[in-house]
């Protein structure tokens, strides 16, 4: 049995927040908005009187800190005190993920106006939750996919460059992350189906991601591009057929959280040097290699777990690799490593590799 779960409907459009009554008015009158402050800042004027023109009455709340489960259980509550109608995330990933998770929870419709492009987070089935510190505590799957996403192309080209790198490694990760599995389980249609589509997005983002990234690019490339975080990489876990795929960077992410000093890096960037390991524990050659780290150099994703700034930076890549080994299986399973000491050992060199490559293009320019 092959499980879909996917928006109804996706747009992006420049300007397309003052059109939110337009679409958010299907569901009913009220909506409970669940808003990054930023977020708010940037879109709420705009937000709240496209609503007002349909005749919707919005209730905001302005997240701080990150997604917990508390968090979530506390929105979903006032969302159903309100009577609310739907609800409407507006922000990055951790913001639209409080948001579908509590929608979830009370059984509303929701809605994303995603103002970053740094994950798939606003069409992801999923939520990613964390602890009240940012510790990584659990993925949530939501019965429920958004119903809606509006992708306002102006809202996403005003954005820090930083963000949209995140967006681009990330998504570019699926395709490293998926195209390994397919030789323990080559019948998988699934897996085929997702390894294909994060082809397609990873051949996107080599073509147009470094116009777009350096402030070029037309708007349509701008679109393509954010339709490549946004729709393709969503796409990619739109399927299931009972089996989680997973690969090396993305349980480096995970593992990461747990470390205080590094939860100022974006999920895209702590992924981007996860790739890096993973690409030297499966023993590629070194152009591989030197391509990879020319595309960190051109997105400024240099950053290293020695830059965090750590009491001791040997303990800590001890203890992320042991913690990596021991939180998820998948990485021997999968065969991506063979012991905690191999991935430390691939930590280092990968730094090591990143600095040196730091030092090399500052002398260059």
Same mark, same amino acid.
């Given at each position: ?12 459009? %420049? ?13 009913? !009158?009220?909506?409970?908005?669940? =808003?990054?402050?930023? @977020? ?7 937000? $709240? ?8 009455? !919005?209730?905001?709340?302005?997240? $701080? ?5 508390? &968090?979530?259980?506390?929105? @979903?509550?006032? @969302?159903?005190? @309100?009577?609310? +109608? ?31 492009? #740094? ?5 992801? =089935? ?36 930083? &963000? ?31 390894? #294909? ?20 690019? $037309? ?6 591009? &954010?339709? *490549?975080?946004? %729709? ?7 399927? *299931? ?14 593992? $990461? ?20 390991? /993973?690409?030297?524990? =499966?023993?590629? +050659? ?49 065969? /991506? =490593?063979?012991? *905690?000491? /191999?991935?430390?050992? *691939? ?19």
């Amino acid at each position: 049995m092959v499980t879909v779960k996917a928006p109804e409907m996706y747009l992006n459009e %420049y300007g397309i927040r003052k059109e939110t009554g337009k679409y958010l008015s299907e569901f009913g !009158p009220r909506v409970f908005i669940v =808003a990054g402050k930023t @977020a708010w800042e940037e879109t709420g004027r705009d937000v $709240t009187a496209g609503l007002a023109a349909w005749h919707c009455v !919005p209730d905001v709340r302005i997240m $701080t800190g990150y997604p917990t489960v508390e &968090t979530v259980r506390q929105y @979903a509550w006032e @969302a159903y005190v @309100a009577k609310a +109608d739907a609800v409407l995330g507006i922000g990055g990933g951790r913001v639209i993920d409080a948001a579908k998770a509590a929608g979830n929870l009370c059984g509303l419709p929701v809605a994303a106006l995603p103002t970053i492009a #740094a994950t798939c987070a606003c069409w992801a =089935a999923r939520s990613i939750l964390y602890d009240a510190e940012g510790s990584f505590d659990r993925i949530q799957w939501n019965r429920e996919n958004t119903r809606l996403i509006l992708a306002d192309t102006e809202i996403l080209t005003r954005a820090p460059r930083r &963000t949209l790198a995140s967006g681009i490694l990330d998504s570019m990760a699926k395709w490293y992350e998926f195209e390994p599995l397919i030789a323990a389980d080559p019948g998988d249609l699934v897996l085929r189906h997702d390894v #294909a589509t994060a082809r397609l997005t990873l051949d996107l983002l080599r073509e147009e991601g470094p116009e777009v990234y350096r402030g070029g690019g $037309t708007p349509k490339q701008w679109q393509r591009v &954010t339709d *490549a975080i946004f %729709y393709l990489t969503g796409a990619t876990g739109s399927f *299931a057929a009972g089996n989680a795929y997973r690969g090396f960077a993305h349980s480096w992410y995970f593992s $990461t959280t747990r470390i205080p000093q590094s939860r100022h890096r974006m999920h895209g960037e702590k992924v981007a040097f996860g790739l890096l390991v /993973q690409f030297l524990l =499966a023993g590629k +050659d070194e152009a591989w290699l030197r391509d990879f780290m020319d595309t960190l150099l051109m997105y400024d994703m240099t950053d290293v777990p020695g830059d965090w700034q750590v009491p001791d930076e040997e303990t800590m890549i001890r203890e992320l690799s042991e913690r990596i080994i021991r939180e998820w299986p998948v990485v021997l399973e999968k065969k /991506q =490593a063979e012991s *905690a000491s /191999q991935i430390a050992e *691939a930590v280092r060199e990968a730094s090591g590799r990143l600095r040196k490559a730091r030092k090399n293009a500052l002398r260059e320019s």
